[in-house]
Every structure is written in C-alpha cells, then in structure tokens.
C-alpha cells in the first residue's frame, strides 16, 4: 500500500482540517439543522481516520497523543454529569432547558443544555471509534 | 433530606476523600481523618435517643422510585437505633484501633477505610431503612464491603478463597430474601414495614406465608452464620482483625438478627416461626460452642464462639417470639423475658467480643502468631493485653460481675420459661432447651478460659516465636480499654441501658403486645436469691472448669467425630462441580467461531419474529394498507443494492470483496436521501466510511480469502438462514406498514420539539431531548464495547505463555479466534 502516497498523503493534509472543521460545524448545528453529535463524532473520527491511513500510526500517534479511552471516559462523564446537573435545580434526571441571549457578535443567540449533552456524545463517539480502529489496526 | 438520611450519606462521600488524603497527606496516618466520621455518627444517633425512648419513632420519607412503591424512608425506632449505636460506636473503636493495626508504610490503608466507610453507610442504611427494597440494597452492599474488607490481602489465597466463599453464601441467601420481599409485596401491596405490620391479617391468612418466611429466613441466616450456613465465617477471619473485630462479630454478622428481629411482628406468633428461628438458634449455639473448643488459632476460637453467640441470641429471639402468640396478656409478659435477654446479650456480645478480638490482634501483632499452641506466658510481658482478655473471656463465660453473666442468667430463664410453654408442641419437646442450653454453656466456658489462659498463663515459649512480644503502643490498648469498661459498667449497672435502649427496643419488636401509651418495664437484677439459674451457672463453673483442667484427657476425642469439615467439602465440591459444568456448557456454543454466533442471531430472529408474525394474525395486514408507487429512481437504486448483494456473493478477493459491501451501504444512503431523511443519511454514509476503512486498516491481518472446503450441508443451511432473514425482514416491513393501529408518536414529537426542545431538527431534539436517557446508555454501552475490544485484543497476547499456543488460564473465545487464526 505504499504506491500512490504522495498525492494521497498531500490531499490528507488538507482534506482532513476541512472534514474536522465541518464535522463540528454539523455537531453545533445539529439542534436546527441535520447533523449532531453522533454524526459530528463519526465525522470527525472519518478524519482522524483519513490521516491515519494516510500517514500511518506511529506517526499519528506521536503528532496527536490522545488516548482514547480516556476520551471516551470524559465524553461519557459530561453526558452523565448534564443529566446529574439537573438535581441542582430540583428537576428529574437529563431534564434539558434552552433560552435565547443576546451575546456579542453572534447576536441573539440559542443557548441549549443538549448541546452540553451532545458535546458528551460527540466525543464519546470519536473516543469508541478511533480506540476500536486503533485496537484493530495496531494489532500485529 | 434529615439528618439521618445525611448520616447514612455522608460515610458513602466520605469515601471520595479518603484516597487523596492518603496520597497528598503522607505524614499523618489516614485513620485519623477517617476517625471523626464515626465518632461524629454516634453522636447524631446519640442525640436521638432521647426522642425515642418512650417508644415513639421517628419517619422522614425521601420519593425514590414512587412509580414501583420505593421510598428511601428513615425509619428509627429502639431497635434501629440500638443497632446504629453499635454499628458507630464500635465504628470509632475500630478505626482508632487500626489506625495502631495497620502500618502506613506498608497497607494500603487507603484502599480499608474506603470499604470500611461503605460498610459503615450501608450498615447503618440497613438498619435504618423501612422500605424493603432500599433495605435489601444496602444489605447487599454490606456483603460487598464484607468481600472486599476479607479481600483486604487479596494477594494471599485464603483471603480470597474466604472472600468468595463469604461472598457466595451471603449473596445466595441475599436473593433468596429479595424474592421473600417480592412475595410480602404481593401480599401486602406495600414495600414498607410499617405497612405490612399494619396490614397484618393480609399476610398471616395468606398461602405464601410459610414460603416467603423461608426464604427471608435464608437471608437472616446466611448474614448471621447461622447453621448450616456458617462455614463462611471461620474463613472470613483472614480479614485484618479490626475488619473481624467489626463486620464479624459485632455488626455485620448481627444484621440476620436485627432482620428477624424486625419482622417478628409481621411473622412472630407462628409455630413455623418459633421453630425454625429457636431450632436453628440451639443448633447454632452447641455446634459453634462445641468446634470453638478444638480450635488453636485465637481468631478461629472467637469465630466459633461468635458463630455460638449468635445462634444463642437468635434461639432467645425465637422464643421471645412465642409472647405475640400469647397476645396482650400476663402470660405475654412471661415469655418477653427471652427477647429481652436477646437485646440484652446482642450489646453484651458486641464488647466483650469487640474487646476479644482486638485482644487477638494485639497478640497476633507483638508475637507474630495467634497459634496458642505457640502462645503462653504472655501475661507478664503484657499486663494491660491480659487484663483486658480476662474480663472480656469471663464475660463471655459468663461470669460474674461482667454483663455476660447477667445475660447469661436471663439466657437460661428464658429457655427455662420455654420448657414451661404449652404451645407449639413445646410440652413434649420443651425440656430439651434448658439441656442444650446448658451443655453449649459448658462448653462456651471451656473455650474461654482456652483463650485467655493457654495464651496469657503457663509455660513462656519465646523460642518459638519470631519477635520479642512486648506491650502494644497505648493507642491500640484504647479501644479494648474503652469496650471492657463498658463490659464492667454494663456488668454493674445494667439498668442504665434497659430503660434507654431496651425498653424502646423491645416496644419496637412488640408493637402489638402493648396497650397505647404504655411501655415495657425492664429490671434486670443481680441476685434472684439461690434460684435454678444460679444453680445452673454454678454446675456450669464446676463442670466446665473441671473439664478444662482435663483438657489435655479428652481433646483427642474431637479426631474420632466425623470432621466438620463435611459441610465445607459439600461447599467445596459443590463450587468447583458448577464451574466444570458451567463451562462446559458455555464452551458447547461458545465456539469462537463469528459465523456460528451469527446463526444464534440470525435463528433467533427468524424463529422469534417469525412466530409472532404467525401466532399475532399480523400477516392479515398485508394489502391492507395504501402503499406509495415504486418510482423508477426507487427500482434502481433497488436493482444496484441487489446486484452489489449477489456479486458480493461471488467475489474471490477480498478487496472486491469490501468494496462490494461497502456499496451496499452506500446504496441505503441513496434511499435515505431520496426519503428525505437527511441525519439517517449522513449517519449511514459516515458509518459506511468508516467501516470500510476499518477494513482497509486491518487488511493486512485478515487471511486470504480463499474458497472454503464446505459441504453442502454446510452451504444449504447458509442459504436457508439468508433467505429466512430476508423474508422475515420484509414481511414485518409490510405488515408493520400495513397496519396503524394508533397514532403515530412521530406527530408529537414533530408538534413539540420547537416549543419544549428548542430544536428545529426533529432527530437531534429525540436523540438528546426527548429520548436523552437512550443515547446515554447507548454511547455508555458503546463505551463498554470499545474497552472490551481493546481488553481482548490487548491483553490476548499476555494470555499466551512464551513457549507457544497454550493459552494460561482458561481458554476465552478471543484465544480460541486468535489460535483459528493462526492456523488458517
């Protein structure tokens, strides 16, 4: 597999920041427009995929030292602690609010605690998929 | 929230803390942050024994699970407080004891107050919980922390073997209680005590009554060592001491009784009651009393005797049950006697037994045994260990002035009172109590003088032990100080705690033998003048101190009776039977093989889908509803998915191979666009790329694909679980389209996913909103996979031994695929 790499290895290198990028475009989007954190997540695990495959794992894992475990374990803690949070405010679990606020420069803006939540799925998504690819891929 | 539901929180919080003030406060031993917990505990509990002294009880509910009847409800009343006192008071003894117990340097003390705080909470959870089910839970959690305190040096086998063993038998008796909760619910259609006492002729005329009475039994039994269920405690001694100081003699091990003790209301005044509690209870007390005396090892002797104690408080209980037979009435007053003496001699117990066992543990830490084979002469070299065994062994023997003498006395009037009842078939069996009671006597007097003068008095035998014994550092004398005072205070003013917690306890078990308003009036006396009881304990001096002197004449005989061991072989072999078989059975369809895992799935679906669709009538649906016309983009995409399908069929390489099914995939993207549905299409294309570069990266590892040796048979039964797959799959789709019977919940969501979720898109606002709870788990599931895939194939390696393919340990499905693997 170590034909074509040139162009391929070249392309990564751009593809991958636009398909990262647009995977967190479609993450924050999700709650008005198609998109969310499982797909954002997927998305951007499709990235990190890209990379990987273009320049191999060593390399990767020396650039980005991420374990993936341990993201998919803070993933999981933000989901759970926005449903605990809900206690503070004396409402049953994973109970979700919104509200509009005038922030500067975006304007009036949507606040929602689902994208808290959704941050949660996002990254717990990216965290599964990449430890199972990575699992698989590293084993001799 | 009061502030008992916060005290039984806040040892569970406290936990969280422990760990970091081990690692960033070295200096200091642990112990000492952990000892204000209890010692604040008690004096919460402390500040409400006033309130309820005259019999009254004190309720806070706190909503749990309303929906299924589950409240986390505090209920105190004497017997729950009376627990909870020993359960924080013994509590602060033994956390100051180990702080001088368990070096800094070396334990991972960290790790032992953690459990023994989660004990603490759940304790005093059990005791304090009037609902059922919050009550079985903290009950289990007890048996939990037990395992993980006997586990303590997890890394010798005996603690882990006593660990299991615990473990197994308190946990079986556990789900056996579970399901006598279930049935009282049934019966009852409440979970709180205090209900089902209120509704009492709703249980008692009920068929299951006897059922579920055995099986809270079991419970009750289990936790309490009872016959035959004690073997577990013996073996639970390879806990650190303070752990058996607290959990195994005067806690834990008490939770049976306080169950039992609680429910005498709800079950108290049958004879099926009475028997099973005060016939187990003697068997209990002579067979532990008899085996205490063989023993040589000092915690194995108290391990005995705790197992006799209890038995012995458990036969008081069960007499004392008779009184609610006997109703409001003079004769009922008679025979409370015995459940006096049971409270009475559960708080005797717990310090004088506390005492012992710290006593044990010092020898154990200055000598380096607790063989008394070993031991002797020690009484010189420490005075204060000596003085301390002596009065907590009297005690026990029961002798006067200690406690143990006092309730001992009302032990045999109660059992001489028994011989008295004419209920129960207890006319003819009757005398025999008094005589069991008596010989277990005896014989719990020989194995305390064992104690306290084969280690303290005779021959010094230094030379056979590794260290130079001298006296234990102040602080570990403190708390056997403390208890064995207590066993002199309580000894010489036991009315001190017969008005404040005897009198409420036994209003708390009795509440239907009292008139309104009235209380129990407890006395408890040392000179009844030359009574039969007085003359009994004399008999018991003179033959048990006869018998020891002998000792050395008659111990051989013990080699001679069939071992006890039996019941521990039957445990034994029964244990390693069901794992054989049990793994047997699993490797019989665990093959390692994913095409055989697959025809699981698949069977299953197919037989299961299949049969509903047939037995329900729901194939009538089909034509019956309107079905959209198949546009030409729709046949299509339709023909390409089907043709990639069937080519796949055929592919050689395993390249094609992927490609082929990739694009089947990408197909059921196509569909979802064309149904607009945008997020399932984005999803299936993300996940469609994604596998299939999982794909690509394990290529290299995967064999070559290559035309496998398979029998028709083989092949004939792929096709006919394809074919049924499909037909299963496509009957449901038209059936499922067919038929709308109810409104689609789709509208709601659609009507209310701006206004309630904020969200203009649907999915999103369900995946995170409406259905939030779904995804948690879902990516919480996930999760677990991904670390379980890691697990095996990470750890696999480690499995395999150097020298080859032979796996270490037991061959796991992942050994298996990977040896496939290889061979192929």
């Known amino acids: ?140 | 929230m009061s502030l008992l539901h916060i005290a039984i929180v806040i040892p569970f919080t406290y936990t969280i803390l422990v760990p970091f003030l081990r690692k960033y406060i070295r200096q200091a031993h642990t112990g000492w942050f952990v000892l204000p917990v209890p010692v604040s505990l008690f004096f919460v509990v402390v500040s409400y024994v006033d309130d309820i002294r005259g019999g009254e009880a004190i309720e806070y509910s706190l909503p749990w699970i309303p929906s299924m009847d589950v409240h986390f409800t505090v209920y105190a009343d004497g017997l729950s407080m009376l627990f909870a006192l020993l359960i924080t008071g013994i509590g602060a003894l033994v956390v100051l004891y180990s702080i001088f117990y368990l070096s800094k340097l070396t334990e991972a003390i960290h790790r032992f107050y953690v459990y023994l705080l989660m004990f603490m909470g759940a304790m005093l959870g059990v005791v304090l919980s009037d609902n059922l089910i919050v009550l079985y839970g903290f009950w289990e959690l007890t048996s939990i922390s037990s395992f993980l305190l006997i586990a303590f040096w997890y890394k010798r086998e005996k603690s882990r073997y006593g660990a299991q063993k615990s473990m197994l038998i308190t946990m079986f008796g556990g789900f056996a209680m579970l399901a006598g909760f279930v049935l009282l619910y049934l019966m009852s259609g409440t979970f709180s005590i205090r209900e089902i006492i209120a509704k009492l002729d709703l249980v008692s005329s009920h068929a299951l009554f006897l059922p579920t009475m055995i099986l809270v039994l079991l419970g009750a039994f289990t936790k309490s060592a009872q016959f035959p269920f004690h073997i577990w405690l013996p073996d639970a001694m390879e806990a650190p001491t303070p752990v058996s100081a607290y959990l195994h003699s005067a806690t834990m091990v008490k939770a049976g009784i306080y169950l039992v003790a609680r429910l005498t209301p709800i079950f108290g005044g049958s004879a099926e009651w009475f028997w099973f509690i005060s016939g187990i209870g003697l068997i209990t007390l002579i067979w532990g009393s008899i085996s205490a005396v063989k023993q040589t090892d000092l915690k194995a002797i108290l391990a005995f005797s705790t197992i006799s104690q209890l038995g012995l408080i458990m036969s008081l209980i069960g007499l004392g049950s008779a009184a609610i037979y006997y109703g409001y009435s003079g004769q009922s007053e008679y025979y409370t006697l015995a459940m006096t003496a049971a409270v009475f001699h559960l708080i005797n117990h717990a310090t004088f037994k506390g005492a012992l066992f710290m006593v044990a543990g010092i020898v154990d830490h200055e000598t380096g045994t607790r063989d008394i084979r070993k031991l002797g002469g020690l009484a010189s070299l420490m005075p204060i260990t000596f003085t301390c065994a002596l009065i907590g062994s009297l005690s026990m023997a029961g002798l006067p002035p200690f406690n143990g003498f006092l309730s001992k006395e009302m032990f045999f009037t109660g059992m001489l009172r028994a011989a008295e009842m004419d209920v129960f078939s207890m006319d003819t069996w009757g005398v025999l109590f008094p005589v069991i009671a008596w010989i277990a006597s005896v014989f719990t007097f020989i194995y305390s003088f064992i104690f306290v003068f084969r280690t303290f008095t005779g021959k010094k035998k230094l030379d056979q032990l590794t260290t130079i014994p001298h006296e234990a550092p102040l602080g570990m004398l403190l708390s056997p100080a403390v208890l064995v005072s207590l066993v002199i205070i309580f000894g010489l003013f036991p009315d001190i705690l017969s008005f404040s917690l005897i009198e409420p306890a036994l209003s708390a078990i009795y509440p239907s033998i009292m008139a309104a308003g009235d209380r129990f009036h407890v006395q408890i006396a040392f000179w009844h003048g030359l009574t039969m009881e007085l003359i009994m304990t004399i008999g018991v001096v003179i033959i048990g101190g006869a018998l020891f002197l002998a000792l050395r004449r008659w111990i051989g005989w013990y080699g001679r009776i069939p071992r006890k061991l039996a019941l521990n072989a039957l445990y034994d072999g029964g244990l390693t039977g069901i794992e054989r078989l049990s793994s047997r059975v699993t490797r019989s369809y665990m093959t390692g093989s994913v095409r055989d895992y697959l025809v699981y799935i698949f069977g299953f679906m197919i037989l299961v889908v299949g049969f509903l669709l047939l037995r329900t009538g729901a194939l009538d649906f089909i034509g019956h509803g309107s079905y959209a016309n198949i546009t030409l983009y729709e046949a299509l995409l339709a023909g390409v998915t089907m043709m990639a399908a069937i080519a796949a069929l055929f592919a050689r390489d395993r390249l094609i191979l992927i490609i082929l099914v990739g694009s089947v995939g990408y197909m059921a993207t196509l569909f979802f666009v064309l149904f607009r549905a945008p997020d399932l299409a984005l999803t299936q294309m993300i996940v469609e790329t994604v596998s299939v570069s999982l794909f690509l990266l394990c290529f290299y590892h995967l064999p070559k694909l290559k035309k496998e040796m398979s029998t028709t048979y083989f092949r004939l039964g792929n096709l006919l679980i394809s074919i049924g797959v499909g037909l299963v799959v496509m009957i449901t789709a038209l059936c499922a389209s067919g038929a709308r019977l109810f409104d689609s919940i789709a509208d709601y969501y659609v009507a209310n996913s701006h206004d309630l979720g904020g969200g203009n898109n649907v999915v999103n606002v369900i995946l995170v909103d409406f259905r939030g709870f779904d995804t948690m788990l879902e990516i919480t599931v996930l999760g677990i996979a991904s670390l379980g895939i890691y697990a095996m194939i990470k750890l696999r390696s480690d499995m395999l031994s150097p020298l080859g393919r032979q796996p270490v340990g037991r061959s796991y499905p992942s050994t298996s695929l990977r040896r496939k693997r290889d061979e192929d």
């Open chain 1, 1 to 140: 597999m170590k034909i074509n790499d040139v162009i391929f290895q070249t392309a990564a290198k751009f593809v991958t920041f636009i398909i990262f990028t647009f995977s967190f475009f479609i993450f924050m989007a999700g709650h008005n427009a198609p998109g969310g954190g499982f797909i954002g997540g997927l998305m951007g695990a499709g990235a990190l995929v890209l990379v990987t495959l273009a320049f191999g794992m060593k390399l990767v894992r020396a650039v980005l030292p991420v374990n993936y475990r341990i993201l998919t374990a803070v993933g999981l803690m933000i989901a759970t602690l926005t449903g605990i949070g809900s206690f503070v405010f004396d409402v049953p679990f994973l109970s979700h609010t919104f509200g509009y606020y005038d922030l500067p420069i975006l304007g009036e803006t949507e606040l929602a605690t689902a994208t808290i939540f959704d941050l949660g799925v996002y990254l717990t998504v990216i965290g599964i998929t990449m430890s199972i690819i990575l699992t698989i891929g590293e084993d001799e």
